[in-house]
């Protein structure tokens, strides 16, 4: 096989496998953090999510039951083992958020791309979901955009001036 040529193994390309290596050694390989591990890892992968094989991956290479990966991926709401899109919108279901008008927001977004929530865009862009208190709880109602916080998000101007930035 030519050396250039990249190798790969479905979505675990050689250079997937290098970058989660690098992840790993960065955690100097500790499982009490695998939650960090494993957000990093789904940061680099198209779609945001965790496959079967890069979980398979991880499990091999930290010595983890595969089942203990996927119930982390399965606890933790920021986490997913389904493709979601480019960008990730999570709106926060907290009582605060729920008080100040996440349901507008909710809307607006909804209005705004076509989507609802647990849905993506035709063209794979943009991912709408709920998740619990990410601590943005003095500027709600508030959304996180790959891990980017904007709140006092009031009026449709203000999602749309904010949705604007990822086009």
Known sequence: MNSTKTESFGILTRELAQEIDKTINHYRSNSTKLVGILLDIQDIIPKQYIPREVAAYVSEKMNIPLSKIYDVISFYAALSDVPRADYVIQLCDSVVCKVTGNTTLRDTIS?????KEQESTPDGKYWLEYTPCFGACDISPAMRI??????HLTTQDSVKAVLDQYR
């Open 111 to 115: 209005q705004l791309l076509g989507i």
């Open 146 to 151: 790959n891990g980017k916080v904007f709140g």
